[in-house]
């Protein structure tokens, strides 16, 4: 789903939560020539250890400039991730696991398209993947497809004839696929953080299913995991 190379200067706005997938897509859209405007989303978390990694990533892959937009999600709770009376599973259970945040991808998606509009870029770009994850409804391709449908029925920009797409680049390749693209991007994944339990120093509990997935990418891909474990 990714474009081919763009006009320099071409403004995108990049989805980047500090994890392995958003830093392989900055890179990407990076490398395809757009001037890449990162947004993170502080939105109650269990911890801001992965604001920071968006913060060292977007730095070291060359943002325009990286934004953080300060949300509440755990007000309304109901994800392990957002509210600490719900532990977060060790094993993988059955259906969507107790890690998914309601709503998450939309509200996030829908701030980067008012984000793109104000700035007239027309492309949005986020890392999600429906190969190697955990079962989240807005991960899917045809939960990218109806969002972009919407982008283009909800803006002015849309109604006046601009078209808006949301890219999702990695969406059908696995997680070895993934690190060995970022291998070929320069990522340093030793940035990132993807564990759903880091803690403060951002070193990864190597339990949660955030953690096994990546761990076992790297293993896949035959790249040494730069992940730091506590």
């Known amino acids: ?61 060359g943002a325009t400039e990286h934004k953080v937009v300060r949300l509440d999600l755990g007000s309304i709770g109901g994800s392990a991730l957002t509210d600490a009376a719900i532990a977060v599973p060790e094993t993988p259970g059955e259906g969507i696991p107790v890690t998914y945040v309601p709503a998450r991808n939309t509200v996030f998606l829908a701030i980067a398209l008012g984000w793109a509009e104000v700035l007239g870029a027309r492309d949005l770009f986020i890392g999600v993947n429906a190969v190697d994850y955990s079962g989240y409804p807005d991960c899917r391709p045809e939960y990218i497809a109806a969002f972009e449908r919407l982008a283009n029925l909800a803006t002015r920009a849309g109604v006046e004839g601009e078209r808006f797409r949301v890219q999702a680049p990695l969406i059908d390749r696995s997680k070895a696929e993934i690190i060995r693209l970022g291998q070929r991007l320069g990522v340093a994944y030793g940035l990132t953080v993807s564990c759903y339990r880091a803690d403060a120093d951002g070193r990864a509990c190597g339990r949660c299913d955030a953690c096994r997935l990546r761990r076992d990418g790297f293993a896949a891909a035959g790249v040494t995991d730069p992940t730091r474990y506590r």
Request: overall charge negative; charged content about 15%.
């Open 1 to 61: 789903m990714a474009a081919d190379a763009v006009a320099p200067g071409t403004a995108a706005v990049v989805l980047l939560s500090g994890g392995l997938d958003s830093a392989t897509t900055l890179a990407l859209a990076h490398e395809q020539g757009y001037c890449c405007h990162a947004i993170s989303f502080d939105y109650g978390q269990r911890h801001d250890a992965e604001l920071a990694a968006a913060a060292r990533v977007a730095r070291a892959l």
